[in-house]
């Protein structure tokens, strides 16, 4: 008999688990919330609103209003006192334990103790006619954004911070999108795909992933317990192996700059699996660590951009304090036989460290390409990679350089 009775708990606590399997998507803009229920009433969670409901005959929102003591009053009787919001027509009177609130059912202000204050606002019931593995959806808060750390040793890590409505248990995805920028058709695949494809609870995690374009990027966190409003979770740690901080200068057919200014650092890492890296890295904030004292701290704020395997980040470390250029524009002609332009610019950099350091000249614009180019003074390891459409000259400077270019464009095809 004892064995049946363990044996009958166990059954009941297996079903209680499945009826309460929850799925949840965070978009970058909202939350949305779904749960698969066969009861004939379901209580909506504080923070959300009704979407949609599937798999039922028809369906009725009510408002379940709890009893709790109150009197009628006036507001004309609070105007020589101190007030502070609460909510939507909720207010604390300051110094008392009295609520003040705006009672609908009889369109009259009233007050209340304090303890009573979550009693004010009606949870909001559904009640479902015949359900049939009904798809619950709703709507509420929510937002995400990738952190990552990167330290000067290379170690980097990869955090997600969620804000949500805490849900409990429940299935978590973040999806890299805005929900907002295109709201029907999500929600409306999701819906017909559960009104076609419910045979069982189990099948609106296939439905629910089918609604979400294939080249959306979507993390899946498995099951959490998504208890708290503001939670942040470590998805990975990488040890990068090598990366590059290059003095960046771009330039174009007009700058024309005859003071010295400062470069801009930039810094170059491979996403790649012989680099030590080689995951998703979805567009996120970035933490750089300086090192201090021989202790790491997170200094410099800076942007990552959608980075798949394979590809190249750069994060933009603000200006340099050693390495400073000028670009003077020495000549500018429009060859109308040619039907082209050149321009001749000397470039100028300056090192004021004692180390080497990493510099690389950008420019990017259609037609353009490198005539003729003379470069002088202490430098190392240059490679020009600059094609038609492109300069990209890369070298060590030592202390200073100095680069005599010519180039030409086409003006019309």
């Not at 609460?86 to 369109?107: A, H, R, S, W």
């Not at 429940?170 to 805005?178: A, F, I, P």
Request: hydrophobic share 35%; aromatic share 10%.
């Amino acid at each position: 008999m004892k064995k049946m009775y363990v044996f009958f708990m166990l059954i009941v606590f297996l079903s209680i688990t499945v009826l309460s399997e929850n799925y949840t998507f965070i978009f970058k803009d909202v939350q949305l919330f779904y749960t698969v229920s066969n009861e004939t009433s379901f209580l909506v969670p504080e923070g959300f609103d009704v979407l949609w409901i599937s798999g039922v005959d028809s369906w009725e929102l009510k408002k379940v209003y709890q009893h709790f003591p109150f009197k009628i009053t006036s507001l004309e009787d609070y105007t020589q006192k101190s007030i502070e919001a609460i909510d939507e027509d909720i207010y604390k009177i300051v110094g008392t334990n009295e609520i003040l609130f705006f009672n609908p059912q009889l369109n009259r202000w009233c007050v209340t103790d304090e303890k009573n204050k979550d009693k004010i606002q009606p949870p909001t019931q559904i009640l479902l006619k015949n359900p049939k593995n009904a798809v619950i959806a709703l709507k509420g808060e929510g937002s995400w954004e990738i952190i990552y750390e990167m330290k000067n040793d290379g170690t980097f890590s990869k955090n997600v911070q969620i804000n949500g409505v805490p849900v409990g248990q429940t299935n978590l995805y973040l999806v890299n999108e805005y929900l907002n920028l295109s709201p029907r058709d999500y929600l409306e695949s999701t819906k017909l795909l559960s009104n076609t494809r419910m045979a069982s609870e189990d099948d609106f995690e296939i439905v629910a992933q089918e609604a979400i374009l294939s080249q959306t990027y979507t993390m899946n966190l498995g099951r959490v317990n998504f208890q708290n409003s503001l939670m942040n979770v470590r998805i990975s740690q990488n040890d990068i192996l090598s990366y590059e901080d290059r003095n960046v200068i771009n330039f174009s057919l007009y700058t024309n700059i005859t003071n010295y200014t400062k470069t801009e650092i930039i810094r170059h890492v491979e996403n790649t699996k012989y680099n030590g890296l080689g995951i998703e890295l979805p567009s996120g904030k970035v933490w750089i660590h300086e090192e201090f004292d021989s202790e790491s701290f997170p200094i410099k704020l800076a942007y990552i951009n959608d980075t798949p395997v394979g590809d190249t980040f750069k994060i933009n470390l603000g200006e340099s304090w050693d390495v400073q250029y000028k670009i003077e524009k020495l000549s500018d002609v429009e060859v109308k036989s040619a039907n082209s332009r050149i321009v001749n610019l000397l470039i100028s950099v300056k090192n004021f460290s004692k180390d080497k350091q990493i510099v690389n000249l950008s420019m990017s614009t259609p037609n353009i390409e490198i005539d003729e180019m003379q470069i002088e003074g202490n430098y190392q390891n240059l490679k020009n990679n600059s094609e038609k459409g492109k300069i990209d000259i890369v070298f060590d400077i030592i202390d200073e350089v100095r680069i005599r270019m010519t180039i030409k464009t086409i003006l019309r095809e």
